[in-house]
């Protein structure tokens, strides 16, 4: 299948990096390379570093971005590894980095791939091909209370203590294998009423276990830190989410950066010696527009926010 992914708030992010044409940029989740391509336009003798864990982002990047030879380069890694990565090219500082949360349209509709409930298919999910734990060993290893705990933190489901309890209680009977068996489980843990006015009943659930399989919130919340620190004066950080606990970690991050005092709020002057390392471009997260929605339903839930280094 050809990797298809609608680049969301590409011209937003274009001109909330404030590009220099001689800069350093990293594209942190390269994806299908539709941020990259656009970046790399407004470049002269400048360079871009593409990064992914998905071999099949990988492919389809490197072949979007070869008109624009030793400008590029590729590396199949998770974003975590930044730091490494950028100094291992003998690069102390880059002038923008973007951020593409979440999972990727290619990946939703591959339906080998596990990630969407809209197929039956193994129970997989994962980003990174090369890793060895899956959805299913999610689903038929982790306790009830593990179980209850992902659905409820990362879902933010109502039901997480039933669709928990559901599922070990049929795991028992047999190996839950493949997402037609999980949504099956899931829907006979939720009430009919609320299945017919709160979406598909397994979106919660999915999106959950993914997260959870992906370690998604914890590289987020371990990497933001190391990308701002590494952004030159006046560069700037760029990232999209799509899930309300991302969001929260970034405007709690970039927030912190702009004002890391932690004396109290009665202490005429600061004595933590604690230093702003920038300022928050965007007071409140840019929304896609009307018509991109209306183009890309999938960037219904996107929010920009924006960091400049001083």
Do not use: W
């Not at 974003?79 to 939703?108: A, F, M, P, R």
């Not at 933001?224 to 952004?231: A, E, F, R, S, T």
């Not at 030159?232 to 606990?245: A, D, E, K, Q, W």
């Not at 840019?286 to 219904?300: D, F, G, H, M, Q």
């Amino acid at each position: 299948m050809a990797f298809a992914h609608k680049s969301v708030l590409l011209q937003e992010v274009i001109d909330g990096l404030a590009i220099r044409p001689a800069g350093v940029y990293v594209d942190a989740t390269l994806g299908g390379g539709g941020h990259a391509y656009q970046l790399c336009t407004h470049l002269q003798q400048g360079k871009l570093i593409g990064i992914d864990q998905d071999e099949s982002a990988i492919q389809a990047a490197t072949e979007r971005l070869r008109i624009f030879g030793d400008m590029v380069t590729i590396v199949r890694s998770n974003y975590c590894d930044i730091k490494n990565i950028v100094t291992g090219l003998e690069i102390n500082q880059v002038d923008g980095i973007v951020l593409d949360l979440g999972v990727s349209s290619h990946q939703l509709d591959t339906s080998e791939r596990g990630f969407s409930y809209r197929f039956d298919a193994p129970l997989d999910m994962r980003m990174d091909q090369r890793q060895v734990t899956t959805a299913k060993d999610i689903i038929n290893q982790y306790s009830e209370k593990e179980i209850f705990r992902v659905i409820r933190d990362y879902g933010e489901d109502r039901f997480a203590q039933n669709i928990a309890k559901h599922i070990v209680r049929d795991r028992a009977r047999g190996e839950i294998a493949t997402t037609e068996q999980l949504n099956a489980i899931i829907k006979k843990a939720i009430p009919m009423k609320f299945q017919k006015t709160a979406g598909h009943p397994s979106k919660r659930t999915f999106q959950a276990v993914r997260i959870e399989l992906n370690k998604e919130l914890e590289v987020l919340r371990n990497t933001l830190d190391d990308m701002i620190d590494l952004l030159t004066p006046g560069g700037r950080i760029c990232v999209i989410t799509f899930h309300s606990l991302e969001d929260k970690i970034v405007k709690s991050a970039f927030k912190k950066e702009e004002n890391p005092c932690i004396c109290p709020s009665n202490f005429p002057v600061c004595v933590c010696g604690n230093v702003a390392k920038g300022k928050v471009v965007t007071r409140k997260p840019i929304l896609p527009s009307v018509t991109e929605i209306a183009e890309n339903s999938r960037a219904k839930s996107a929010k920009l926010r924006i960091f400049e280094r001083m």
